[in-house]
């Protein structure tokens, strides 16, 4: 949790941008770091597989990171253009993938494969409930709702930015979002959801 | 916990949308919204409950997201290594020797993965199979490159032989796929790296790395390739030489796409200072010609820098003595251009009215043959003819067109209009007689882009209902006979930022004469 993903540093990249443009390949790496992790996150949010998401992020790094004169500084963030990119990478490898019936938790077990981290004994309970029930209700969604998910409230982007990065209208942003909402709440069951009941506990 | 609203202060009729209360639950209400919002919820107990309710699953999500992804990091860390090695490649090169190498490992990898192709599942191979191919192929002779799920294939079509060409499973995101006028080579950049590839089995491969930012354009007669670098170069590769000679050297910013006049000897391109896009800044832009044979180069018309203002050169007038261009600019989005005409000998730069919209780095409505243009002049759509100087109305109302081809000769344009429901997405318009005829098929996939296949056929690309893959149909216009599919699994195009389809990254097509 060290680095969050939800700090938008927009204006302080235009320098490395424009090094990296330049040649500076110093720049370009630090642009790197900077990005890996949350573009990864990213990825593993939208698609829900480990190894897809690695390679989604690293195609959309590299592919950012060799075309940084398409990017528009007058036009999005820096991060909402990786973004965009990343969304399209992932677009892409589900369309390669051909599961479209089959639930990516169930074909590959995702149910261990997202967390290989011991969580504090405190929280183990309550933990496997949650998490397993919100994976699952993240992979019941339509791809375009799962995207509307994720984009609102992992990156934390506005709905403006969301219809930059989906490539749909402003109000398309807000049907979907609201249906992948109503879906999520259908899914989960109000009564069932454990983090509302953590919160009553509190 | 969810109250129902069974006593509300408030008739129901008067409780904002559901939507609305979402949106200011997650602080996405406009302000004017939100202070009606605001003012409302002080009163109403129910709809206080529901963005109370809104606002708590907000939070509660948004915060199960982080703590499940946030602590997730990769198996293998991402190699910045693999992007650095393209980073070193030289921005200023000075010999053209430098600039291209045949690619024997990919030459020899295609050749072994043809050849096993051959050997192990003879004739129908699994590649076709997997594509679909119609095998008693009757329309026109073409050669068609697509990008699908077993990557990039070449494909000639002749009537009663369909030959799958070349196929490279590597390439699975290329930009800007063009086919040279007869067929027998392909262009497209991938990573940055500029291909030239020969269309038929085991052909030979040049990759030419390019510093960013290019464009490029095969000659009238296929002969050569202009490109521009990304690095302010303008090059020209020969067919009969296999290699590159400099035309426009780096000092003098030559930038982005390519328009060869009719005659194939001379080129307009476009220079900019500083090259663009260099952080949304004004640069200073003029349209230039360059001779092929001697090098020599003119300028045809400035423009005043304007922050944001891109200018490419498009067309020549079939007379050589003008040509087209078009900007976009930031006042209109970026997704509308304005066309200009270039007076030659007098530099100067006219604004015709109209706009166009653009996709990417190509016109979504390409210019038609004789400098036809489809254009909205912001009420209608209208065609320019812009040799006579005349504009015609598009007969009827029209819905937006998503992708448009003309006919060779210029007489009539094909179009696949946004949102038309599956089946009936694809008009034709003849020009002369000012007549719409609107071209049925079956309704299980909806029309995505077209193009003309001689003065007889069309090549209709239709996405099949809940698939994410596209379909290639041949419609016979004079026959009677009943459209056929004739390949599948074509790869749906990224979509541009304004729900708009990069057609030329995925699919290519040439009729041969
Ligand atoms: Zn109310």
């Known amino acids: ?202 | 916990m969810a109250g129902d609203g069974n006593t509300p202060l408030k008739t129901s009729d008067d409780h904002p949308d559901d939507l609305v209360l979402q949106e200011y639950a997650l602080g996405q209400s406009e302000a004017e919204q939100a202070a009606e919002v605001g003012q409302h919820i002080a009163q109403c107990a129910r709809c206080r409950a529901r963005v109370e309710e809104w606002r708590q699953f907000g939070e509660r999500l948004a915060a199960d997201l982080r703590r499940d992804l946030d602590r997730v990091t990769p198996a293998e860390p991402l190699e910045f290594s693999r992007i650095a090695r393209q980073w070193r490649v030289p921005r200023r090169r000075t010999s053209p020797a430098t600039i291209w190498r045949l690619s024997f490992p990919a030459l020899l990898l295609g050749l072994l993965l043809w050849m096993a192709f051959w050997l192990v599942s003879g004739r129908r191979t699994a590649a076709l199979r997997a594509l679909d191919l119609l095998e008693d192929y009757d329309g026109p002779p073409v050669v068609l490159a697509a990008v699908t799920d077993r990557g990039l294939v070449v494909v000639r079509l002749v009537p009663g032989e369909v030959r799958l060409e070349q196929r490279l499973s590597y390439v699975t995101h290329p930009a800007g796929l063009q086919l040279a006028p007869d067929g027998e080579w392909l262009a497209f950049t991938q990573d940055r790296i500029l291909h030239i590839l020969g269309t038929r089995a085991g052909g030979a491969h040049l990759e030419i790395p390019l510093a960013g930012l290019a464009g490029w354009a095969w000659s009238p007669d296929g002969s050569a390739l202009a490109y521009t670098d990304g690095a302010g170069q303008l090059w020209l590769f020969e067919r009969h030489t296999l290699s590159s000679r400099l035309l426009v050297p780096a000092s003098e910013s030559a930038w982005g796409k390519l328009a060869w006049n009719p005659d194939g000897t001379q080129i307009a391109y476009v220079t900019a200072r500083p090259l663009p896009p260099v952080a949304g800044g004004a640069t200073h832009q003029s349209l230039w010609r360059v001779d092929v044979l001697s090098g020599l180069r003119v300028e045809l018309a400035r423009r005043l820098p304007e922050a944001g203002a891109l200018l490419s050169a498009e067309a020549w007038l079939a007379s050589g003595e003008g040509l087209l261009a078009w900007e976009t600019s930031p006042a209109d989005g970026e997704n509308l251009a304005t066309l200009y005409q270039v007076d030659v000998s007098g530099h100067l730069l006219t604004a015709l009215d109209g706009k166009v919209p653009v996709q990417g780095e190509n016109l979504s409505w390409p210019l038609g043959p004789q400098a036809r243009a489809l254009v909205w002049d912001g009420r209608n759509l209208v065609i320019w003819h812009l040799q006579e100087q005349k504009k015609q109305p598009l007969a009827g109302q029209l819905a937006w067109p998503q992708t448009v081809d003309w006919s060779a000769d210029g007489a009539w344009l094909a179009a696949v209009l946004a949102g038309a429901p599956p089946g009936q997405g694809v008009i034709l318009f003849a020009l002369e007689a000012s007549t719409l005829r609107a071209i049925s098929l079956p309704a299980d996939a909806t029309e995505r882009a077209i193009f003309c296949g001689g003065p007889e056929h069309l090549f209709v690309i239709r996405q099949p209902q809940g698939r994410e893959t596209a379909e290639v149909w041949l419609v016979s216009l004079v026959e009677r006979a009943a459209p056929r599919r004739l390949m599948s699994s074509v790869a749906l195009p990224e979509a541009g930022p304004y729900n708009g389809w990069r057609w030329d990254d995925v699919f290519a097509l040439r009729v041969l004469d």
């Open chain 1, 1 to 202: 949790m060290s680095q969050n993903p939800h700090v938008n540093p927009a204006m302080d990249d235009l320098p490395l941008i424009q090094r990296a443009i330049e040649g500076d390949e110093r720049a370009a790496r630090q642009l790197f770091e900077k990005y890996q992790l949350r573009t990864f996150r990213l990825a593993l949010g939208l698609l829900g597989d480990e190894a897809d998401a690695e390679e989604v992020a690293q195609d959309a790094l590299t592919y950012a990171l060799l075309n940084l004169r398409l990017y528009r500084p007058d036009l999005s963030s820096f991060s909402t253009w990786l973004h965009t990119i990343t969304v399209c990478r992932a677009r892409d490898k589900r369309r390669r993938k051909f599961l479209p019936s089959i639930s990516l938790t169930q074909w590959l077990g995702l149910g261990n494969q997202i967390r290989d981290h011991t969580p504090g004994p405190e929280a183990v309970v309550i933990r496997n409930e949650t998490e397993d029930r919100l994976l699952w209700a993240l992979d019941q969604l339509s791809p375009k709702l799962r995207e509307a998910i994720v984009l609102r409230f992992y990156t934390d982007c506005s709905y403006k930015e969301m219809s930059e990065i989906m490539g749909c209208s402003l109000n398309t942003v807000r049907s979907r979002l609201r249906l992948a909402v109503d879906r999520l709440r259908e899914l989960l069951g109000e009564e069932q959801v454990p983090w509302l009941a953590t919160e009553t506990l509190r």
